[in-house]
Nanobody
Framework: QVQLVESGGGLAQPGGSLRLSCAASGIIVRIDTMTWYRQAPGRLRELVASITSGGYTHYPAYLKGRFTISRDNAKKTVSLQMNNLKDEDTAVYYC??????????????WGQGTQVTVSS
């Protein structure tokens, strides 16, 4: 059974940094695009950053330059480095990955989410 497990959330001060990680486990044949989303209270879930298996990255314009996504295909992990954090970055951050597991077709999996709180 495929699982995604996030780690690295917590409390940071404005202007500080946090690094989130997400590890995929299970009998995995291939991982395609890996994506970080976030959802703040009362708001819709929004895309934060995505990265393809070949390393092509995408960010919304308002986050470009502060957040950096990376992945390690051998370790089946994806990370999100968040710098110069702002109060409005406070949200639950979710890892998502398009995964082909043994015996099944491509499926979108979600992690359980990790809380990021930016506050002084």
């Amino acid at each position: 059974q495929v699982q995604l497990v996030e780690s690295g959330g917590g409390l940071a001060q404005p202007g500080g940094s946090l690094r989130l990680s997400c590890a995929a486990s299970g009998i995995i044949v291939r991982i395609d695009t890996m994506t970080w989303y976030r959802q703040a209270p009362g708001r819709l879930r929004e895309l934060v950053a995505s990265i393809t298996s070949g390393g092509y990255t995408h960010y919304p314009a308002y986050l470009k330059g502060r957040f950096t996504i990376s992945r390690d295909n051998a370790k089946k992990t994806v990370s999100l480095q968040m710098n110069n954090l702002k109060d409005e970055d406070t949200a639950v951050y979710y890892c998502n990955a398009d995964i082909m597991a043994e015996g099944s077709g491509p499926t979108s999996y979600w992690g359980q989410g990790t809380q990021v709180t930016v506050s002084s």
